[in-house]
């Protein structure tokens, strides 16, 4: 059964560019993943700095286990203490009706 992910982002304003530029690369290289659905990154319509990136994947364990230890998520997970105001809220869903 798949799994997503709701994970809510507060940028720092002076790195919203550096923010969007390396979550770019993450969610590029993640299309090539065997257990990756889809990804969509939104932003709140009223303020330019609060994001909402909503993942899915159909295993939860590979997630946790291999996913999120990729090489190319290592300047990514590196830069957000610098990136963002406070720690990412993370939510874990899973479809009951499609």
């Known amino acids: 059964m798949s799994v997503a992910y709701l994970i809510e982002f ?3 304003e002076d790195q919203r560019g550096r923010f969007l ?4 690369d993450v969610l590029d ?4 993943e065997a257990t990756y ?4 990154l939104h932003e709140d319509p009223g303020d330019p700095s609060r994001f909402l990136l909503h993942e899915v994947w159909t295993d939860h364990e590979d997630v946790v286990n291999v996913q999120i230890h990729r090489p190319y998520r290592q300047d990514w997970h590196a830069a957000l203490p610098e990136l ?11 479809p009951v009706h499609t």
Not at 21 to 24: E, P, V
Not at 29 to 32: D, E
Not at 37 to 40: L, V
Not at 88 to 93: D, M, P, Q, T
């Open 21 to 24: 530029s390396l979550l770019a």
């Open 10 to 12: 507060q940028v720092r």
């Open 84 to 94: 963002l105001e406070g720690e990412r809220r993370i939510e874990v869903w899973q």
């Open 29 to 32: 290289a993640m299309k090539q």
């Open 37 to 40: 659905c889809s990804a969509t």
